[in-house]
């Protein structure tokens, strides 16, 4: 045997090369040479030489020992022609003088070596069996770029076919993002800006949106809010009521409050409470984190938001105000949104939005009444929550806040 192509253990596809063998030339048929003068006899082992040539699978390419030559001379990589089956010495003269410099030079690029750093692996360097490289050529990767689960590290088909999809997904986000940048009539978009449209782009094209919209009477609690703003300080606004309503319904519904791992699949569900909140500033969309929300009353959140939009408007926010929350709400009533699409906030898997709180026409105990009603528009990731979730935690959340007293006991 010359070469063991796989190791004990691991999976091979179908047709896939697992060993080479050597060929035992000392069991070949000798000719009798008996009757022939020394230089026919010579003449005639090199003929029985040349015949025994049999085809090398090397790398997937089936071809002679001397077309392989050939190959060589000319500075042909016989796997980059495209031939099915055995490649003949007639296919070496089909290629041009232009492809054989183009061959070169992607050759050349393969195996060069960063100087200033520590060597770099080539393609040749990393473990992988023929087909699994095959596929690599296929779909344009640069094999040893990709990472191996093996054993060992070896490269298999699906950790190719995964980069590939990598890949193409952060193609697109690219060119979504020129897009988006294209639109502003020639205007450069700026840093803060480009970071919340690759953020939005991921998030757009990575976790399958679904929004659920629902009308909620606010009637009880706007004129619950107008009187505690009679009687306390600091001006209480509607998100504190909106957080602890949505505080009490996750508490049935864990994961309307958690983290998902698209790459691994997996949901990790946060115990604390911590949420970002959509500000609007100059500088544009901000999204501060407001932490432990389950553990402040109504006043406490009603200063901490007060501070927060402030620092958020002055561009007095730090690095640590901005990092990833476990639910973000975002409100678009205070410009006069009824109802919208809000994106997710990776990694989040939800997003409440809030909309503008009007007097509408209602029936009530079989009477068309005026009411003061608010619509909710919550946009989840349908890999982690099901549409009959989504529906019983927006319900529960339209529940606290039609029944602010009763809310107000259990906070």
Do not use: W
């Not at 950790?159 to 999809?165: G, K, N, P």
């Not at 999204?287 to 109504?298: F, M, W």
């Amino acid at each position: 045997m010359k070469e063991l192509l796989v190791e004990p253990g691991d999976q091979v596809e179908v047709g896939e090369v697992i060993m080479e063998l050597e060929e035992d030339k000392s069991q070949a048929p000798k000719e009798n040479t008996k009757d022939q003068k020394p230089e026919e006899a010579s003449t005639a082992e090199k003929d029985q030489t040349k015949d025994l040539d049999v085809d090398h699978n090397t790398a997937d390419v089936l071809a002679l020992p001397k077309v392989r030559k050939k190959a060589e001379e000319k500075g042909i990589n016989l796997e980059e022609l495209d031939v099915e089956g055995r490649i003949r010495m007639e296919d070496l003269e089909g290629v041009s003088e232009t492809k054989q410099e183009e061959v070169k030079e992607a050759n050349k690029g393969e195996k060069k070596i960063k100087t200033n750093s520590k060597p770099v692996s080539t393609p040749e360097d990393v473990k992988a069996t023929p087909s699994v490289r095959k596929i690599a050529r296929e779909k344009g990767i640069d094999i040893s770029k990709v990472k191996g689960s093996g054993r060992g590290g070896k490269i298999t088909r699906e950790d190719v076919l995964s980069y590939s999809e990598e890949e193409e997904t952060q193609d697109r986000q690219d060119s979504e993002i020129q897009k988006t940048a294209e639109d502003v009539s020639g205007e450069e978009l700026s840093g803060l800006e480009k970071n919340v449209a690759r953020k939005m782009t991921e998030s757009r094209f990575s976790a399958p949106h679904v929004t659920h919209v629902e009308k909620v009477d606010m009637t009880e609690l706007v004129e619950l809010r107008e009187k505690a703003n009679s009687e306390v300080d600091p001006h209480l606004t509607y998100m504190p009521f909106i957080m602890k309503a949505s505080i009490l319904a996750m508490k049935s519904y864990p994961r309307t409050n958690a983290h998902f791992d698209g790459g691994n699949m997996e949901v990790d569900v946060k115990e604390n409470y911590n949420f970002n909140v959509a500000v609007d500033t100059e500088r544009g969309l901000l999204v501060p984190r407001i932490d432990s929300i389950g553990e402040k009353n109504l006043l406490e959140l009603a200063r901490d938001m007060g501070e927060t939009v402030e620092k958020a408007q002055n561009g007095d926010l730090e690095r640590s105000d901005m990092s990833p929350g476990s639910f973000s709400i975002t409100n678009l009533g205070v410009i006069g949104g009824e109802e919208f699409t809000p994106i997710i906030n990776p990694p989040q898997t939800c997003i409440l939005g809030i909309g503008k709180i009007q007097e509408t026409a209602e029936v009530l105990n079989g009477e068309v009444v005026p009411r003061r009603t608010m619509k909710l528009s919550f946009s989840y990731d349908h890999r982690v929550i099901d549409g009959a979730t989504a529906a019983r935690f927006i319900n529960e959340i339209k529940e606290n806040l039609e029944n602010p007293e009763e809310m107000m006991v259990e906070i």
